[in-house]
């Protein structure tokens, strides 16, 4: 057996600026070749471990630690940030603050370059890399000219023209839409295979890193290690969900028609799984009892309607085309498809911010165009998708009151505005507190909050869950669903499938500026074609019904979704 | 001379490119021909957290970039732009707003805004003018007191503001109770 | 997003363009500090003679640049008004002698050696202003950081130079959705309002910029560090390109132009070339 590349031996570390530790007693060895995925909720500290790896603890985050942690063989803390980083190549999450380089192929070079490697075999080592990772052909393009999931292949490159032994990705699949998220992991497991480097990913989303095999799960919370087994292990067992992991859809839906999660189910990928046929008499039996319960949902009186909206910054190319769709009162609906769809301009033309160069928006039959953003503010609200881009104010009361003091509103009626819809939002009891004592979800209904304020018919919300762990996204979506349900109509744009299928019954989905398709949720995730031209993934539940020989999916996906929202796990 | 940390590099960069990205955004005043330059209550601002040369390098390459994009480079104002972000972070020097901001390092960092913005374009802006442009003295002086003025206004609100609630949000949860 | 005027690299198949950004860089310095520095009117009319010529090599062309040079053009009118405002004799001073043309009114009267003043200032301004412009529009701004690198310009003040061209389209495009997102919420900073509101009113705006890009310097050190920036005196660069016959010529150029300039300018001990004596 060699000796490990990694191995954590009784070590805790606790930040400077902390109460306590963060991390307890961690003992964990990974070897060379290994690929490990290390699961957890946010603060669970499985970022720490990331940064203890890569050295940014203790060299940029400086704290107390307990034990040892020897990468390489050496101490890691005695060396430099320096030196690891000939070990340890680290792929962050914000995919833009790593693209430092004008061009991919400077970006490429960033860590050559700082290693006084000469230019000529710089520029060999760029364009073999670059190859690898498939992003050869765009060496002169600029950052903003990429896709996210390009973006990531060059941080990846970046790392790799360093020969390094262990390969850390922290949150890959988190600025990624679904089909870039999987090419990614197609992506990692190619170049573990290709350089034989230990690869360590960081990731909440179980079911999509799992697209391909990892070796081993770590798994985390409150800074411990909870688990460190196979994967199949791991999901026959139950400590997934009780710390705050989801589970794959598929084995979900297994358990709900009463098949046991057993080894010999091959429950590690959807397309693997052993079924034999009593198992999928039995699921068809749960879908055949529950496919009556289905009802449609009726709709209500018109509130928003689009018409032949055309945008484009320039007359030559244009951002969308052609957008027709009504949305009616008390609905809740999702707006699909890749980044760069246009779905975020589509929700600036609604709320004003730009002038469509074609088609009309109308409200409660009223044509929009010649209000003001502001005026439109009063009926339409926008939340931007990073709360923190958004709070303008450091204390949580006057931040929602912001909107009113502005329209210049009388102070006795706007402590009872604020009030209420602190109450609403469930934020009174910590109404005199600063902003920034908050958590993410917390911060995200200061936001709703100071949009709610003024009392609009209408809220857009953009990317409202992004980043989130299971824990932080369910607490999101039930507020949401919350305010739907006192009659807000909620639009969402999103590239989550799972909130799409289970908040939203409708969804309009785009791709290339045009509208595909206004449909179920339900149905756009069981049609193939659909699926990849928005660029989006279809769901295990999909792969599973047609395995089981369910004649219709879609209809399967509906009962899922409404069986775990009357008895699932909420939170 | 102490090499720049690494994050000083960053801070300049940044710091550059929102100096750039303010400038371009005028805001026009009742006075003609004069804007309100937010710039400089950013260049303050980040002066304050990350010292002297971080703010000359900031108030250098932003103005340059600035001018170099819109009608080419004037150095005179450009190097006066390095100057403020150099004084202001003397003389804030070891202010640490992040254990929190009191009345007399709001005091100070507006002492230091005055001083700097008064030096520059008072004295500074002028005189290079006279000797690089011979531009005539009563016209410097006019030109460099507006100047002057504006952005002390500007940097004494719009850069309080910024600075104190930058301090409010590194508060981190204390002694919080919910109320009911 | 907003039409906000700004020049950019045009990439074209020129002379100027093969040269290397060290090159243009250092070129670039001279001919600013020889402008600065002198007042003849015949060196002027040199430089802007060789600052047009040199503008025809570059294949840029007037409509590549005329948002700029309109800029440049209104800047210039405004600061000659301002000048005549503030001091209408001063060219008088300045030449030892006054030639009246005509008279305005009050103290306003025009001179000629004023206009010659003005005409030297305009001049200064002119033959800066060609090639100040194309340096940003002819070098790849790659080559930026590498260029200071080369001329002795620290490593590390060079990368920043690099930071700030990478990540003004991102704080561009933030600035924009942010004020976009609070124009939703009143905040209006063209409006009608008074000054003094507005002022406040962009905080509004500055703080969300302000601490995200507090956020994003620390993301971008951490990326920095972790791929072995700072960690040597040194450092080479992708993006640099290696001098060539024409590197050397068009230096040599700006060390004749430069030296001939100085050399004419103090040769009678003052910066002026006076034809009224």
């Keep these: 057996m060699p000796s490990p590349v990694i191995s954590f031996q009784d070590y805790g570390f606790q930040y400077m600026a902390q109460a306590a530790p963060t991390l307890h007693h961690i003992n964990l060895d990974i070897y060379p070749g290994e690929k490990v995925l290390i699961a957890g909720t946010s603060g669970s500290g499985k970022s720490t471990i990331g940064n203890c790896i890569n050295g940014l603890i203790p060299f940029a985050y400086p704290g107390q630690k307990t034990g040892k942690l020897l990468v390489d063989g050496k101490e890691a803390d005695t060396g430099s940030i320096f030196e690891l980083s000939h070990t340890v190549g680290t792929v962050l999450q914000d995919t833009d603050g790593q693209f430092i380089g004008l061009t991919v192929g400077e970006d490429i070079a960033f860590a050559a370059e700082n290693d006084c490697v000469p230019q000529d075999e710089m520029k060999q080592t760029v364009d073999k890399v670059a190859k690898l990772v498939d992003i050869d052909h765009h060496l002169q393009h600029a950052p903003h000219e990429l896709s996210g999931g390009q973006k990531q292949r060059v941080s990846l490159a970046g790392v790799m023209v360093e020969d390094v032994k262990v390969l850390l990705f922290d949150e890959p699949l988190a600025n990624l839409d679904p089909s870039a998220g999987r090419t990614t992991i197609e992506l990692i497991d190619m170049v573990h295979e290709r350089t034989g480097a230990a690869v360590i990913i960081i990731e909440h989303r179980l079911e999509d890193v799992l697209w391909r095999s990892v070796d081993r799960i770590v798994l985390m919370d409150e800074g411990k290690i909870i688990a460190d087994m196979s994967t199949v292990k791991l999901l026959t067992g139950k400590n997934l969900l009780e710390h705050g992991i989801r589970e794959p859809l598929y084995l979900t839906a297994l358990r709900y028609a009463g098949v046991e999660i057993n080894e010999a189910l091959h429950p590690e990928h959807v397309e693997h799984l052993v079924l034999t046929e009593e198992h999928k008499a039995k699921v068809r039996e749960w879908y055949q009892a529950r496919k009556g319960d289905i009802s449609s949902v009726g709709h209500g009186e018109e509130l928003l309607r689009v018409e032949h909206l055309d945008f484009g910054y320039t007359p030559q190319r244009r951002t969308l085309q052609d957008v027709s769709f009504t949305i009616h009162k008390g609905e809740m609906v999702s707006i699909v498809g890749r980044n760069g769809a246009g779905k975020s301009t589509l929700a600036k033309l609604i709320c004003g911010f730009e002038k469509p160069i074609g088609g009309s928006i109308y409200m409660e039959g009223r044509d929009l165009s010649d209000d003001t953003i502001k005026e439109r503010a009063m009926r339409i609200g926008y939340v931007m998708q990073n709360p923190n881009q958004m709070i303008s104010k450091p204390m949580i009361w006057d931040e929602v009151e912001m909107a009113l003091v502005q329209s210049g509103m009388p102070k006795e009626e706007r402590k009872e505005r604020v009030e209420e819809t602190l109450k609403v939002c469930g934020l009174y009891p910590f109404r005199n507190w600063p902003v920034s004592a908050l958590s993410y979800g917390q911060k995200k209904r200061v936001t709703i909050a100071s949009i709610l304020v003024q009392r609009p018919q209408v809220i857009i919300l953009d990317e409202p869950t992004a980043g989130q762990d299971y824990h932080h996204y369910t607490e999101i979506m039930e507020f949401l669903k919350e305010l739907n349900g006192r009659g807000y109509t909620i639009m969402m744009i999103t590239h989550d499938m799972h909130l799409m299928l289970e908040y939203t019954p409708r969804a309009i989905v785009f791709s290339e500026g045009r509208m595909l398709a206004d449909t179920t949720a339900a149905h756009v995730l069981n049609n193939p074609e659909l699926v990849k031209r928005a660029n989006l993934k279809e769901t295990s539940l999909y792969t599973l019904s047609m395995a089981c020989g369910i004649d219709n999916p879609q209809v399967f996906t509906e009962c899922f979704i409404g069986y775990e929202q009357k008895e699932g796990y909420n939170g | 001379m102490k090499k720049l940390s690494v994050k000083s590099v960053v801070a300049i960069g940044i710091g550059a490119a929102l100096f750039f990205v303010l400038g371009k955004v005028s805001i026009p005043t009742p006075v003609p021909n004069t804007v309100i330059s937010l710039q400089y209550a950013v260049e303050a601002v980040f002066a304050t957290l990350f010292g002297p040369i971080v703010g000359m390098l900031i108030g250098f390459i932003g103005h340059t970039l600035l001018d170099a994009t819109s009608y080419g480079p004037w150095w005179s104002w450009i190097i006066a732009s390095a100057f403020v972000g150099l004084v202001i972070g003397v003389v804030t020097m070891k202010m640490e707003i992040g254990e929190g901001l009191d009345t007399k390092k709001i005091v100070r960092f507006n002492v230091a805004q005055v001083i700097a913005h008064l030096l520059a374009w008072g004295l500074v802006a002028p005189c290079l003018d006279i000797l690089i442009y011979k531009e005539p003295l009563e016209k410097l002086f006019a030109q460099g007191m507006m100047a002057g003025i504006s952005n002390i206004i500007t940097t004494g609100i719009v850069g309080t503001l910024l600075l104190v609630a930058y301090a409010k949000t590194v508060v981190r949860r204390g002694s919080l109770n919910k109320e009911d | ?277």
Excluded at chain 3, 90 to 98: F, I, K, P, Q, T
């Design chain 3, 1 to 277: 997003m907003a039409n906000i005027a700004i020049l950019s690299y045009l990439k074209r198949d020129s002379l100027v363009h093969e040269l290397t950004g060290t090159t243009k860089l250092i070129f670039f310095i001279a001919w600013s500090v020889a402008t600065m520095v002198t007042y003849d009117t015949r060196v002027l009319v040199v430089l802007l003679f060789l600052s047009i010529v040199i503008f025809k090599i570059s294949k840029v062309r007037l409509y590549d640049i005329r948002i700029v040079l309109g800029l440049a053009v209104i800047f210039v009118v405004l600061n000659n008004l301002f000048v005549y405002l503030f001091a209408p004799e001063y060219g008088v001073e300045l030449y030892e002698s006054r030639t009246v043309l005509f008279t305005i009114a009050g103290p306003y009267t025009v001179t000629l050696q004023q206009l010659f003043y003005h005409l030297n200032m305009t001049m200064k301004v002119a033959c800066v202003v060609p090639v100040a412009l194309l340096f940003i529009a002819c070098t790849d701004p790659s080559e930026f950081a590498a260029s200071l690198a080369s001329i002795g310009v620290s490593y590390r003040i060079g990368y920043s130079v690099s930071l700030a061209l990478r990540y003004i389209p991102d704080v561009q495009r933030e600035y924009h959705n942010i004020s976009q997102a609070q124009q939703a919420r009143g905040i209006d900073l063209s409006g009608k309002d008074k000054v003094l509101t507005r002022m406040k009113n962009s905080v509004a705006i500055l703080l969300p910029l302000v601490l995200s890009s507090l956020n994003r310097i620390e993301t971008v050190s951490n990326a920095m560090e972790l791929r072995g920036f700072g960690k040597d005196k040194k450092r080479t660069w992708y993006s640099q390109r290696k001098m060539q016959r024409n590197d050397w010529l068009a230096i040599a150029l700006a060390v004749v132009v430069f030296v001939a300039d100085m050399t004419i300018t103090f040769w009678d001990g003052s910066r002026y070339y006076n034809p009224f004596l």
